[in-house]
Nanobody
């Protein structure tokens, strides 16, 4: 059974930073594609934010390039999303996801999901 548990969300001011964590159990994340998605507002489809492939190549949505960084700590079996220069439009529920296929921007290509963590950026 795979479990992904996100943490680190909260309230930040515009221009500030937050770091999200995604702790995995049941799978060794170094063997899988890991990604972050977000959904805002509630009810809309999850949008791709960042992905990390098996050789640690990173992929980013245009809206977060240069501001967000995805990384992985294999010893802790944890994926991170460092978010800098936050903007109010970054406010969303952020989800961690695992894929057995490849880095993809479509959420349906991912096999396991965390429960999400809320990020709110005030102007």
């Amino acid at each position: 059974q795979v479990q992904l548990v996100e943490s680190g969300g909260g309230l930040a001011q515009a221009g500030g930073s937050l770091r999200l964590s995604c702790a995995a159990s049941g799978r060794t994340i170094s063997s899988y594609i890991m990604a972050w998605f977000r959904r805002a507002p509630a009810g809309k489809e999850r949008g791709f934010v960042a992905g990390l492939d098996l050789i640690s190549n990173t992929h980013y949505a245009d809206s977060v390039k240069g501001r967000f960084t995805i990384s992985r700590d294999n010893a802790k079996n944890t994926v991170y999303l460092q978010m800098n220069s936050l903007k109010p439009e970054d406010s969303a529920v952020y989800y961690c996801a695992l894929s057995t296929r490849s880095v993809h921007t479509l959420p349906q290509m991912y096999d396991y999901w965390g429960q999400g963590t809320q990020v709110t950026v005030s102007s």
